[in-house]
């Protein structure tokens, strides 16, 4: 595997020193004032099937009783305290303590399957040429008095082109993913001026130096949802998720073959997912929407000089983020906008040159038709096109667009 050193404008902090054992696996935990939920954390990497395991919690100034909670477990863990400085320093400050030739990083308020790390080293240990293995997670609010999670749902990821699909939005949690020591010694740091989405990020920073993630398909972890968690805070998500939207506009020119193989497929899924935080923007009447419908322009413009060579086809990655895009565009909050109409412009050239049906009806059918057949590898892409496909005919006397929620959930 080829990867990109090239160093990065974004590139966060020196390097990691190489010094670490070979086979540990170390577990990082930042917590500040999650007294309450950290034991369920704590416990479940305990719980892990491995030979050789470093836990390291990061305690980021917290004022509750995190010490006392972590009493029965001080001697089996490394705990560092610091002076609150956030999440991503919290992060680094536990990477610069591990010795690890793999690590995880583990919110405070989340918990891994019992089996979940000894399953990706398998993985890995498949795949040599593979530095980050990523896998489902399940959703869950409460846990038993054993402390296991009561699941109530799961976040599907795509089985392949992660390179292509995290230009459209973050793909999983943090402990969703394990990454081999040089991966992360050649991203750097986490970016400690991020208040959110210093996860997708970094994950941004290590695919495009070659340290694309790779689909470990079995739910292996678990996401806790509440109300004080940093993701509950949707406008502060929202405006960092157009702050990330710039970055990966940037990362985007900087390397030009990005991602390899699906420049043009790329380019749209950034699209896509740029215009629907420039709506949500909107929709909480924040600054910002003009900003990326200008970014979104430029792609567009990009991707229709792509398209226009002729190096692409009407393929499952074209029609989902297609029918997104379109589907975005046709929300009344663009008809303020006058750079919205040669957005349009450029994405109905693209459509013509990569030959996709010639109307909206055509283009739906067509979206229909590929979810319900085609290779297993794509088993994802066709379930998004059968939602969206479906949740249009079941609105179809409403304007094409109306049944997104702009608010929905952040994933």
Not at 73 to 84: C, E, F, H, M, V
Not at 114 to 139: E, G, M, Q, T
Not at 238 to 262: M, N, T, V, W
Request: hydrophobic share 40%; proline share 6%.
């Amino acid at each position: 595997m080829t990867h990109n050193t090239s160093n990065s404008q974004l590139d966060i902090g020196p390097p990691l020193d190489g010094h670490y054992v070979r086979g540990r696996v170390s577990v990082i935990i930042p917590t500040f004032n999650y007294g309450n939920f950290l034991l369920d954390a704590v416990q479940s990497a305990f719980r892990q099937r491995v030979r050789d395991l470093e836990i390291i919690v990061v305690d980021d100034g917290s004022t509750d009783q995190t010490p006392e909670i972590l009493g029965p477990y001080r001697k089996r863990l490394k705990y560092i305290y610091q002076k609150n400085a956030g999440l991503s320093a919290a992060r680094n400050t536990g990477m610069a303590h591990s010795t690890g030739e793999f690590i995880l990083f583990l919110d405070a308020d989340d918990v891994l399957g019992p089996n979940s790390i000894a399953l990706h080293l398998r993985h890995l240990d498949r795949h040599p040429d593979i530095y980050i293995v990523v896998c489902r997670s399940r959703f869950f609010k409460d846990t038993t008095s054993s402390g296991h999670p009561i699941c109530y749902d799961s976040r599907k990821i795509p089985q392949g082109n992660l390179d292509l699909h995290i230009c459209y939005s973050n793909i999983a949690p943090p402990h969703a993913f394990l990454c081999r020591r040089q991966a992360i010694t050649e991203t750097g740091w986490f970016d400690t001026q991020l208040k959110a989405c210093e996860d997708y990020d970094f994950w941004l920073r290590a695919a495009v130096k070659g340290f694309v993630p790779h689909c470990n398909p079995l739910p292996l972890v678990y996401y806790r949802r509440h109300e004080k968690s940093m993701s509950a805070d949707r406008l502060n998500q929202y405006c960092h998720d157009a702050i990330l939207h710039k970055r990966l506009s940037a990362l985007l020119h900087q390397f030009p073959e990005y991602p390899s193989g699906r420049r043009l497929e790329g380019l749209m899924a950034f699209s896509a997912g740029a215009l629907l935080t420039a709506a949500r923007l909107y929709a909480h009447q924040v600054e910002g929407t003009q900003d990326l419908l200008e970014v979104v322009f430029k792609v567009t413009q990009e991707a229709r000089e792509r398209a226009l060579s002729g190096k692409s086809d009407w393929n499952i990655f074209m029609k989902l983020y297609c029918f997104k895009i379109f589907s975005f565009l046709v929300l009344p909050c663009f008809s303020d906008f006058s750079i919205a109409g040669p957005i349009r412009s450029n994405l109905k050239d693209v459509l013509a040159a990569v030959k996709a049906p010639p109307s909206r009806i055509d283009l739906l059918a067509d979206a229909f038709r590929s979810s319900l057949s085609g290779p297993h590898r794509y088993l994802w892409e066709r379930w998004q096109l059968a939602k969206l496909s479906i949740k249009y005919l079941r609105n179809r006397f409403l304007p094409f667009g109306r049944f997104l929620k702009v608010c929905e959930p952040v994933s």
